[in-house]
Protein backbone atom coordinates (compact mmCIF):
# COMPACT_ATOMS: atom_id res chain seq x y z
CA UNK A 1 0.00 0.00 0.00
CA UNK A 2 1.03 3.47 -1.00
CA UNK A 3 2.16 5.39 2.08
CA UNK A 4 0.62 8.94 2.10
CA UNK A 5 1.92 12.33 3.81
CA UNK A 6 0.48 15.24 5.23
CA UNK A 7 0.46 18.53 3.43
CA UNK A 8 3.67 19.52 5.29
CA UNK A 9 5.04 16.26 5.44
CA UNK A 10 4.86 16.09 1.65
CA UNK A 11 5.94 19.68 1.03
CA UNK A 12 9.31 18.89 3.60
CA UNK A 13 10.07 15.68 1.13
CA UNK A 14 9.39 17.59 -1.99
CA UNK A 15 11.54 20.47 -0.38
CA UNK A 16 14.82 18.82 0.73
CA UNK A 17 14.44 16.85 -2.46
CA UNK A 18 14.35 20.65 -4.69
CA UNK A 19 17.24 21.89 -1.64
CA UNK A 20 19.29 18.82 -3.32
CA UNK A 21 18.46 19.14 -6.73
CA UNK A 22 19.00 22.75 -6.94
CA UNK A 23 22.26 22.05 -5.44
CA UNK A 24 23.52 19.65 -8.02
CA UNK A 25 21.49 21.77 -10.67
CA UNK A 26 24.44 24.64 -9.99
CA UNK A 27 26.88 22.47 -9.83
CA UNK A 28 25.87 21.43 -13.08
CA UNK A 29 25.48 24.95 -14.26
CA UNK A 30 29.05 25.77 -13.27
CA UNK A 31 30.76 23.21 -14.94
CA UNK A 32 28.66 23.67 -18.43
CA UNK A 33 29.06 27.58 -17.36
CA UNK A 34 33.02 26.68 -16.46
CA UNK A 35 33.76 24.64 -19.39
CA UNK A 36 31.59 26.16 -22.84
CA UNK A 37 31.91 30.29 -21.68
CA UNK A 38 29.01 32.85 -21.84
CA UNK A 39 28.77 31.67 -25.35
CA UNK A 40 28.10 28.31 -24.76
CA UNK A 41 26.09 28.53 -22.37
CA UNK A 42 24.01 30.79 -24.34
CA UNK A 43 23.83 28.85 -26.94
CA UNK A 44 22.55 26.10 -24.30
CA UNK A 45 20.25 28.73 -22.41
CA UNK A 46 18.23 29.36 -26.08
CA UNK A 47 17.63 26.17 -27.12
CA UNK A 48 15.91 25.34 -24.16
CA UNK A 49 12.73 26.73 -24.10
CA UNK A 50 11.85 25.20 -27.46
CA UNK A 51 12.18 21.83 -25.57
CA UNK A 52 10.10 23.27 -22.68
CA UNK A 53 7.32 24.41 -25.21
CA UNK A 54 7.27 20.79 -27.31
CA UNK A 55 7.41 19.29 -23.87
CA UNK A 56 4.21 21.38 -22.69
CA UNK A 57 2.28 20.55 -26.22
CA UNK A 58 3.20 16.38 -25.15
CA UNK A 59 1.72 16.70 -21.34
CA UNK A 60 -1.22 18.57 -22.21
CA UNK A 61 -1.62 19.57 -18.79
CA UNK A 62 -2.11 16.55 -17.43
CA UNK A 63 -0.02 16.08 -14.43
CA UNK A 64 -1.83 18.45 -12.65
CA UNK A 65 -5.28 16.80 -13.69
CA UNK A 66 -4.16 13.48 -13.17
CA UNK A 67 -3.37 14.60 -9.52
CA UNK A 68 -6.63 16.36 -9.15
CA UNK A 69 -8.74 13.25 -9.89
CA UNK A 70 -6.61 10.41 -8.59
CA UNK A 71 -7.09 12.68 -5.77
CA UNK A 72 -10.80 12.61 -5.63
CA UNK A 73 -10.88 8.87 -7.28
CA UNK A 74 -8.65 7.75 -3.83
CA UNK A 75 -11.06 9.34 -1.54
CA UNK A 76 -13.95 7.09 -2.60
CA UNK A 77 -11.69 4.05 -3.04
CA UNK A 78 -12.34 4.03 -6.30
CA UNK A 79 -9.74 1.83 -8.09
CA UNK A 80 -10.88 1.02 -11.46
CA UNK A 81 -11.20 4.95 -11.82
CA UNK A 82 -7.46 5.07 -11.08
CA UNK A 83 -6.61 2.55 -13.39
CA UNK A 84 -8.51 4.19 -16.08
CA UNK A 85 -7.03 7.42 -15.43
CA UNK A 86 -3.77 5.97 -15.93
CA UNK A 87 -4.50 4.00 -19.16
CA UNK A 88 -5.85 7.07 -21.08
CA UNK A 89 -3.20 9.47 -19.70
CA UNK A 90 -0.31 7.05 -20.93
CA UNK A 91 -2.27 6.71 -24.11
CA UNK A 92 -2.64 10.35 -24.60
CA UNK A 93 1.04 11.35 -24.01
CA UNK A 94 2.27 8.56 -26.19
CA UNK A 95 0.99 9.26 -28.87
CA UNK A 96 1.30 13.05 -28.51
CA UNK A 97 4.81 12.62 -27.97
CA UNK A 98 6.00 10.62 -30.97
CA UNK A 99 4.19 13.23 -32.96
CA UNK A 100 5.97 16.22 -31.18
CA UNK A 101 9.30 14.16 -31.28
CA UNK A 102 9.38 14.52 -35.19
CA UNK A 103 7.84 17.78 -35.68
CA UNK A 104 10.33 19.18 -33.28
CA UNK A 105 13.50 17.26 -35.13
CA UNK A 106 11.88 18.58 -38.74
CA UNK A 107 11.69 22.22 -37.96
CA UNK A 108 15.23 22.01 -35.71
CA UNK A 109 17.08 24.19 -38.90
CA UNK A 110 14.02 26.94 -39.27
CA UNK A 111 14.05 27.42 -35.41
CA UNK A 112 17.53 27.42 -35.38
CA UNK A 113 18.35 29.73 -38.39
CA UNK A 114 15.60 31.78 -38.93
CA UNK A 115 13.97 32.27 -34.98
CA UNK A 116 16.92 32.22 -32.90
CA UNK A 117 19.41 33.52 -35.74
CA UNK A 118 22.19 31.58 -34.47
CA UNK A 119 22.04 28.47 -36.69
CA UNK A 120 24.63 26.95 -34.36
CA UNK A 121 21.57 25.37 -31.94
CA UNK A 122 20.49 23.39 -34.27
CA UNK A 123 22.58 20.71 -32.79
CA UNK A 124 21.65 21.50 -29.15
CA UNK A 125 17.53 20.89 -30.65
CA UNK A 126 18.13 17.88 -31.49
CA UNK A 127 20.07 16.39 -29.52
CA UNK A 128 17.65 16.95 -26.82
CA UNK A 129 14.50 15.97 -28.61
CA UNK A 130 14.96 12.03 -27.48
CA UNK A 131 13.55 12.93 -23.97
CA UNK A 132 10.19 13.66 -25.08
CA UNK A 133 8.61 10.29 -24.68
CA UNK A 134 10.49 9.97 -21.70
CA UNK A 135 9.05 13.34 -19.36
CA UNK A 136 5.98 12.47 -21.24
CA UNK A 137 5.55 8.67 -19.70
CA UNK A 138 7.57 10.52 -16.36
CA UNK A 139 4.81 13.06 -15.97
CA UNK A 140 2.01 10.50 -15.84
CA UNK A 141 3.84 8.67 -13.02
CA UNK A 142 4.38 11.90 -11.45
CA UNK A 143 0.56 13.37 -11.60
CA UNK A 144 -0.38 9.56 -10.15
CA UNK A 145 2.12 9.58 -6.70
CA UNK A 146 1.33 13.07 -5.99
CA UNK A 147 -2.69 12.29 -6.44
CA UNK A 148 -1.87 8.99 -3.87
CA UNK A 149 -0.22 12.13 -2.05
CA UNK A 150 3.07 9.86 -1.71
CA UNK A 151 5.83 12.27 -2.51
CA UNK A 152 8.44 10.40 -2.05
CA UNK A 153 8.97 8.52 -5.53
CA UNK A 154 9.37 12.04 -7.32
CA UNK A 155 11.44 13.45 -4.75
CA UNK A 156 14.64 10.35 -5.06
CA UNK A 157 13.84 10.68 -9.18
CA UNK A 158 14.81 14.11 -9.14
CA UNK A 159 17.87 13.91 -7.07
CA UNK A 160 18.54 10.43 -9.31
CA UNK A 161 18.12 12.44 -12.47
CA UNK A 162 20.84 15.24 -11.49
CA UNK A 163 23.65 13.33 -9.98
CA UNK A 164 23.28 11.07 -13.71
CA UNK A 165 23.45 14.64 -15.68
CA UNK A 166 26.29 15.75 -13.23
CA UNK A 167 27.90 12.77 -13.57
CA UNK A 168 27.88 12.71 -17.63
CA UNK A 169 27.69 16.38 -18.56
CA UNK A 170 31.58 17.18 -17.76
CA UNK A 171 32.49 13.98 -19.69
CA UNK A 172 30.23 14.86 -22.97
CA UNK A 173 31.32 18.33 -23.03
CA UNK A 174 34.98 17.53 -22.65
CA UNK A 175 34.84 15.01 -25.74
CA UNK A 176 32.57 17.12 -28.32
CA UNK A 177 34.42 20.92 -27.40
CA UNK A 178 37.12 20.17 -29.80
CA UNK A 179 34.41 20.27 -32.26
CA UNK A 180 32.65 23.62 -31.57
CA UNK A 181 31.09 25.33 -28.73
CA UNK A 182 27.49 24.26 -30.54
CA UNK A 183 28.63 19.90 -30.36
CA UNK A 184 29.38 20.75 -26.56
CA UNK A 185 26.43 22.25 -25.91
CA UNK A 186 24.94 19.25 -27.61
CA UNK A 187 26.67 17.01 -24.99
CA UNK A 188 25.48 19.07 -22.53
CA UNK A 189 21.47 18.20 -23.56
CA UNK A 190 22.67 14.48 -24.36
CA UNK A 191 23.18 14.59 -20.54
CA UNK A 192 19.91 15.96 -19.70
CA UNK A 193 18.29 13.00 -21.40
CA UNK A 194 20.28 10.14 -19.83
CA UNK A 195 19.45 11.85 -16.38
CA UNK A 196 15.51 11.50 -16.90
CA UNK A 197 15.82 8.18 -18.84
CA UNK A 198 17.54 7.03 -15.47
CA UNK A 199 14.82 8.79 -13.41
CA UNK A 200 11.93 7.36 -15.42
CA UNK A 201 13.17 3.69 -14.72
CA UNK A 202 13.12 4.47 -11.09
CA UNK A 203 9.73 5.52 -10.83
CA UNK A 204 8.79 2.64 -12.77
CA UNK A 205 10.35 0.73 -10.45
CA UNK A 206 8.42 2.18 -7.51
CA UNK A 207 5.47 2.10 -9.57
CA UNK A 208 5.64 -1.99 -10.00
CA UNK A 209 6.94 -2.50 -6.68
CA UNK A 210 3.82 -1.50 -5.18
CA UNK A 211 1.53 -3.44 -6.65
CA UNK A 212 -1.39 -1.71 -6.26
CA UNK A 213 -2.38 -0.88 -9.96
CA UNK A 214 -1.69 -3.83 -12.82
CA UNK A 215 -1.89 -1.51 -16.07
CA UNK A 216 -1.60 -4.38 -18.58
CA UNK A 217 -4.42 -6.61 -17.26
CA UNK A 218 -7.57 -5.57 -19.58
CA UNK A 219 -5.55 -2.25 -20.53
CA UNK A 220 -7.95 -2.14 -24.01
CA UNK A 221 -11.17 -2.69 -21.77
CA UNK A 222 -10.92 0.21 -19.42
CA UNK A 223 -9.52 2.06 -22.78
CA UNK A 224 -13.53 1.71 -24.26
CA UNK A 225 -15.09 2.41 -21.26
CA UNK A 226 -12.51 5.92 -20.50
CA UNK A 227 -15.43 8.13 -22.40
CA UNK A 228 -16.13 10.38 -19.04
CA UNK A 229 -12.56 9.84 -17.42
CA UNK A 230 -11.33 11.37 -20.93
CA UNK A 231 -13.73 14.41 -20.13
CA UNK A 232 -13.03 14.02 -16.30
CA UNK A 233 -9.30 15.11 -16.99
CA UNK A 234 -9.67 17.32 -20.13
CA UNK A 235 -11.96 19.55 -17.73
CA UNK A 236 -8.96 20.49 -16.07
CA UNK A 237 -5.94 19.35 -18.03
CA UNK A 238 -7.31 21.90 -21.31
CA UNK A 239 -7.05 25.19 -19.00
CA UNK A 240 -4.25 24.16 -17.33
CA UNK A 241 -2.10 23.53 -20.73
CA UNK A 242 -3.20 26.65 -21.75
CA UNK A 243 -1.34 28.49 -19.08
CA UNK A 244 1.56 25.90 -19.91
CA UNK A 245 1.49 26.70 -23.13
CA UNK A 246 1.19 30.69 -22.60
CA UNK A 247 4.44 30.41 -20.50
CA UNK A 248 6.45 27.73 -22.56
CA UNK A 249 5.38 30.14 -26.03
CA UNK A 250 6.31 33.05 -23.98
CA UNK A 251 9.95 31.11 -23.71
CA UNK A 252 9.64 30.12 -26.90
CA UNK A 253 9.93 33.16 -28.23
CA UNK A 254 11.85 35.09 -25.85
CA UNK A 255 15.23 34.74 -27.33
CA UNK A 256 13.92 34.87 -30.51
CA UNK A 257 12.39 38.56 -29.61
CA UNK A 258 15.29 39.46 -27.35
CA UNK A 259 17.62 38.88 -30.42
CA UNK A 260 15.82 40.50 -33.15
CA UNK A 261 15.06 43.78 -30.33
CA UNK A 262 18.99 44.14 -29.43
CA UNK A 263 20.16 43.66 -33.09
CA UNK A 264 17.91 46.71 -33.71
CA UNK A 265 19.21 48.71 -31.23
CA UNK A 266 23.14 47.94 -33.06
CA UNK A 267 24.06 44.79 -30.90
CA UNK A 268 26.04 42.14 -32.51
CA UNK A 269 24.50 38.54 -32.79
CA UNK A 270 27.42 37.36 -30.48
CA UNK A 271 27.03 40.13 -28.03
CA UNK A 272 23.22 39.15 -27.93
CA UNK A 273 24.25 35.39 -27.22
CA UNK A 274 26.71 36.48 -24.80
CA UNK A 275 24.06 38.65 -22.72
CA UNK A 276 21.81 36.42 -22.94
CA UNK A 277 23.11 34.03 -21.42
CA UNK A 278 24.33 35.82 -18.91
CA UNK A 279 20.64 36.87 -18.05
CA UNK A 280 19.42 33.44 -18.43
CA UNK A 281 22.59 32.00 -17.04
CA UNK A 282 23.76 33.67 -14.62
CA UNK A 283 20.60 36.02 -13.18
CA UNK A 284 17.88 33.69 -13.72
CA UNK A 285 18.86 30.72 -11.83
CA UNK A 286 19.96 32.63 -8.92
CA UNK A 287 16.79 34.33 -9.05
CA UNK A 288 14.77 30.90 -9.09
CA UNK A 289 16.83 29.35 -6.60
CA UNK A 290 13.67 29.44 -4.04
CA UNK A 291 11.25 28.49 -6.23
CA UNK A 292 11.80 24.66 -5.18
CA UNK A 293 10.15 25.88 -2.05
CA UNK A 294 6.93 27.24 -3.93
CA UNK A 295 6.99 24.39 -6.50
CA UNK A 296 7.15 21.66 -3.74
CA UNK A 297 3.70 23.59 -1.90
CA UNK A 298 2.23 24.03 -5.61
CA UNK A 299 2.42 20.09 -5.67
CA UNK A 300 1.12 19.37 -1.86
CA UNK A 301 -1.37 21.75 -2.74
CA UNK A 302 -3.42 20.83 -5.34
CA UNK A 303 -4.47 17.26 -4.07
CA UNK A 304 -5.25 18.53 -0.60
CA UNK A 305 -7.08 21.69 -1.95
CA UNK A 306 -9.25 19.20 -3.85
CA UNK A 307 -9.83 17.06 -0.85
CA UNK A 308 -11.06 20.46 1.31
CA UNK A 309 -13.24 21.20 -2.11
CA UNK A 310 -14.83 17.70 -1.96
CA UNK A 311 -15.99 18.38 1.40
CA UNK A 312 -17.28 21.98 0.82
CA UNK A 313 -14.24 23.29 3.46
CA UNK A 314 -13.86 26.38 3.17
CA UNK A 315 -12.01 26.94 5.68
CA UNK A 316 -9.57 24.53 5.01
CA UNK A 317 -9.13 25.88 1.51
CA UNK A 318 -8.54 29.59 2.78
CA UNK A 319 -5.92 28.31 5.34
CA UNK A 320 -3.80 26.42 3.01
CA UNK A 321 -3.73 28.68 0.19
CA UNK A 322 -2.24 31.55 3.10
CA UNK A 323 0.07 29.29 4.49
CA UNK A 324 1.21 28.71 1.44
CA UNK A 325 1.65 32.10 0.80
CA UNK A 326 3.19 33.05 4.34
CA UNK A 327 5.97 29.80 3.64
CA UNK A 328 6.50 31.25 0.02
CA UNK A 329 6.90 34.27 0.92
CA UNK A 330 9.46 33.06 3.60
CA UNK A 331 11.73 31.47 1.94
CA UNK A 332 12.13 33.88 -0.83
CA UNK A 333 12.40 37.71 1.02
CA UNK A 334 16.03 36.06 2.24
CA UNK A 335 17.07 35.37 -1.47
CA UNK A 336 15.99 38.60 -2.18
CA UNK A 337 17.45 40.30 0.42
CA UNK A 338 20.69 38.14 0.11
CA UNK A 339 20.51 38.65 -4.00
CA UNK A 340 20.40 42.71 -3.71
CA UNK A 341 23.41 43.14 -1.15
CA UNK A 342 25.64 40.45 -2.39
CA UNK A 343 25.35 39.97 -5.87
CA UNK A 344 28.63 40.86 -6.66
CA UNK A 345 30.81 38.48 -4.50
CA UNK A 346 27.79 35.93 -5.57
CA UNK A 347 28.67 35.82 -9.30
CA UNK A 348 32.16 36.70 -8.93
CA UNK A 349 32.89 33.42 -6.67
CA UNK A 350 30.48 31.35 -8.50
CA UNK A 351 30.90 31.90 -12.06
CA UNK A 352 34.12 34.29 -12.08
CA UNK A 353 32.77 37.07 -13.41
CA UNK A 354 30.18 40.14 -12.05
CA UNK A 355 29.36 41.26 -15.59
CA UNK A 356 25.52 41.06 -14.52
CA UNK A 357 25.52 41.89 -11.28
CA UNK A 358 23.38 45.84 -12.07
CA UNK A 359 21.02 43.46 -13.69
CA UNK A 360 20.49 40.89 -10.79
CA UNK A 361 20.21 44.09 -8.07
CA UNK A 362 17.74 45.54 -10.22
CA UNK A 363 15.54 41.92 -10.81
CA UNK A 364 15.78 40.66 -6.96
CA UNK A 365 13.42 43.20 -5.22
CA UNK A 366 10.88 42.05 -7.67
CA UNK A 367 11.16 38.47 -8.15
CA UNK A 368 9.92 38.24 -4.41
CA UNK A 369 6.22 38.13 -6.05
CA UNK A 370 7.36 35.18 -8.44
CA UNK A 371 7.83 33.50 -5.02
CA UNK A 372 4.00 33.12 -4.41
CA UNK A 373 2.92 33.41 -7.78
CA UNK A 374 3.06 29.48 -8.11
CA UNK A 375 0.87 28.89 -5.13
CA UNK A 376 -1.52 30.85 -6.29
CA UNK A 377 -1.81 29.46 -9.56
CA UNK A 378 -1.92 25.91 -8.24
CA UNK A 379 -4.79 27.29 -6.11
CA UNK A 380 -6.99 28.17 -8.84
CA UNK A 381 -6.51 25.43 -10.85
CA UNK A 382 -7.03 22.77 -8.07
CA UNK A 383 -10.96 24.96 -7.32
CA UNK A 384 -11.02 24.43 -11.41
CA UNK A 385 -10.29 27.78 -12.23
CA UNK A 386 -7.74 27.20 -14.19
CA UNK A 387 -8.93 29.75 -16.89
CA UNK A 388 -9.01 32.52 -15.16
CA UNK A 389 -5.03 31.36 -14.09
CA UNK A 390 -4.62 31.22 -18.05
CA UNK A 391 -5.91 34.40 -19.02
CA UNK A 392 -3.91 36.11 -16.45
CA UNK A 393 -1.01 34.51 -17.84
CA UNK A 394 -1.85 35.74 -21.26
CA UNK A 395 -2.19 38.81 -20.48
CA UNK A 396 1.21 39.12 -18.24
CA UNK A 397 2.80 37.60 -21.26
CA UNK A 398 1.55 39.85 -23.84
CA UNK A 399 2.78 43.04 -21.63
CA UNK A 400 5.93 41.70 -20.98
CA UNK A 401 6.93 41.45 -24.64
CA UNK A 402 5.35 44.63 -25.83
CA UNK A 403 7.90 46.36 -23.03
CA UNK A 404 10.66 44.28 -24.28
CA UNK A 405 10.25 45.45 -27.70
CA UNK A 406 9.99 48.68 -26.86
CA UNK A 407 12.81 49.03 -24.62
CA UNK A 408 15.22 46.55 -25.99
CA UNK A 409 15.09 47.74 -29.60
CA UNK A 410 16.06 51.42 -27.87
CA UNK A 411 20.10 51.46 -27.35
CA UNK A 412 19.63 53.49 -23.93
CA UNK A 413 18.19 50.37 -22.51
CA UNK A 414 19.77 47.39 -24.68
CA UNK A 415 19.61 44.11 -22.25
CA UNK A 416 18.06 45.86 -19.33
CA UNK A 417 15.18 46.82 -21.41
CA UNK A 418 14.93 42.50 -21.33
CA UNK A 419 14.80 42.60 -17.50
CA UNK A 420 12.51 45.47 -16.95
CA UNK A 421 10.04 43.58 -18.69
CA UNK A 422 10.37 40.52 -17.21
CA UNK A 423 9.86 42.29 -13.69
CA UNK A 424 6.78 43.88 -15.18
CA UNK A 425 5.94 40.14 -16.07
CA UNK A 426 5.64 38.64 -12.69
CA UNK A 427 4.29 41.50 -11.21
CA UNK A 428 1.58 41.57 -13.03
CA UNK A 429 1.10 37.95 -13.39
CA UNK A 430 1.20 37.61 -9.78
CA UNK A 431 -1.46 40.26 -8.63
CA UNK A 432 -3.89 39.12 -11.27
CA UNK A 433 -4.05 35.40 -9.49
CA UNK A 434 -4.82 37.00 -6.15
CA UNK A 435 -7.67 39.33 -7.83
CA UNK A 436 -8.72 35.95 -9.33
CA UNK A 437 -8.97 34.18 -5.86
CA UNK A 438 -10.73 37.71 -4.48
CA UNK A 439 -13.17 37.39 -6.48
CA UNK A 440 -14.04 33.78 -7.07
CA UNK A 441 -13.54 32.73 -3.51
CA UNK A 442 -13.34 36.41 -1.77
CA UNK A 443 -9.80 35.29 -0.38
CA UNK A 444 -7.36 37.93 0.61
CA UNK A 445 -4.35 38.44 2.63
CA UNK A 446 -5.31 40.02 5.87
CA UNK A 447 -3.35 43.50 6.49
CA UNK A 448 -1.86 42.43 9.18
CA UNK A 449 -0.36 39.89 7.51
CA UNK A 450 1.60 42.19 4.58
CA UNK A 451 2.55 44.79 7.38
CA UNK A 452 4.67 41.31 8.74
CA UNK A 453 5.96 40.64 5.37
CA UNK A 454 6.98 44.37 5.08
CA UNK A 455 8.88 44.12 8.53
CA UNK A 456 10.75 40.91 7.82
CA UNK A 457 11.64 42.43 4.16
CA UNK A 458 12.88 45.76 5.75
CA UNK A 459 14.86 44.87 9.13
CA UNK A 460 16.60 41.67 7.41
CA UNK A 461 17.11 44.22 4.41
CA UNK A 462 18.74 46.46 6.88
CA UNK A 463 20.88 44.13 8.97
CA UNK A 464 22.14 42.25 5.72
CA UNK A 465 23.45 46.25 4.83
CA UNK A 466 25.33 46.02 8.01
CA UNK A 467 26.83 42.60 7.45
CA UNK A 468 28.04 43.27 3.99
CA UNK A 469 29.67 46.75 4.90
CA UNK A 470 31.41 44.38 7.61
CA UNK A 471 32.10 42.38 5.02
CA UNK A 472 33.89 44.41 2.23
CA UNK A 473 35.77 46.06 5.19
CA UNK A 474 37.97 43.05 5.98
CA UNK A 475 39.90 41.17 2.63
CA UNK A 476 37.04 39.80 1.31
CA UNK A 477 37.30 36.10 0.82
CA UNK A 478 34.87 32.87 0.45
CA UNK A 479 35.38 32.00 3.45
CA UNK A 480 34.21 35.42 5.23
CA UNK A 481 31.26 35.49 2.57
CA UNK A 482 29.85 32.33 3.39
CA UNK A 483 30.47 33.31 7.03
CA UNK A 484 28.47 36.59 6.77
CA UNK A 485 25.45 34.47 4.84
CA UNK A 486 25.46 31.95 7.54
CA UNK A 487 25.34 35.11 10.27
CA UNK A 488 22.29 36.61 8.35
CA UNK A 489 20.38 33.12 7.81
CA UNK A 490 20.43 32.81 11.52
CA UNK A 491 19.01 36.07 12.35
CA UNK A 492 16.23 35.81 9.47
CA UNK A 493 15.33 32.22 11.14
CA UNK A 494 14.74 34.12 14.55
CA UNK A 495 12.59 37.20 12.84
CA UNK A 496 10.80 34.38 11.21
CA UNK A 497 9.52 32.94 14.94
CA UNK A 498 9.21 36.12 16.15
CA UNK A 499 6.91 37.34 13.64
CA UNK A 500 5.47 33.92 13.49
CA UNK A 501 5.73 33.31 10.06
CA UNK A 502 6.59 29.41 11.16
CA UNK A 503 3.81 28.82 13.90
CA UNK A 504 4.66 25.79 16.44
CA UNK A 505 1.80 23.64 15.13
CA UNK A 506 3.61 23.47 11.54
CA UNK A 507 6.66 22.34 13.72
CA UNK A 508 5.10 19.73 15.30
CA UNK A 509 3.68 18.21 11.86
CA UNK A 510 7.49 17.29 11.17
CA UNK A 511 8.46 13.74 12.79
CA UNK A 512 12.08 14.43 13.89
CA UNK A 513 11.00 17.65 15.77
CA UNK A 514 8.08 16.15 17.56
CA UNK A 515 9.55 14.94 20.81
CA UNK A 516 11.94 18.17 21.17
CA UNK A 517 8.86 20.64 20.77
CA UNK A 518 6.34 18.41 23.09
Avoid at 130 to 147: D, K, M, N, T
Avoid at 150 to 159: F, L
Avoid at 164 to 184: D, H, K, M, Q, T
Avoid at 410 to 425: D, K, P, Q
Wanted: hydrophobic residues 55%.
Amino acid sequence: MLSKQTFLQGTLILILAGMITRFLGFINRLVVARLMGEEGIGLYMMALPTLFLVMTLTQLGLPVAISKRVAEADARNDRAKIKRILVVSIIITSISSIFFTVVMIFAAPFIATTLLTDDRTLYPIIAVSPIIPIVAVSSVLRGYFQGMQNMKPQSYSQVIEQIVRISCVALFVNILLPYGVEFAAAGAMFSVILGEFVSLLYMIYQFKSKKTIRIRHRFFNYLKSSKQTIKELFSIALPSTGSRMISSFSNFLEPIIVAHSLTLAGVSSVMVTRQYGELTGFVLPLLFLPTFITQSLSIALVPNISEAEATENKKLIHYRIHQSIRISFASGAIATVILSIFAVPILSFMYGTSNASTILIFMAPFYILLYIQSPLQAALQALDLAKPAMWNSLIGAVVKFIVLFILASNESFGIMGVAIAMSIGVILITLLHLASLRKEINFYIPIKDIAKMVALILITWGLGKLIYDIYVNYDPNILLFGLSLIVLTIIYIILLFILKFISRDELEQIPFLQKWIR
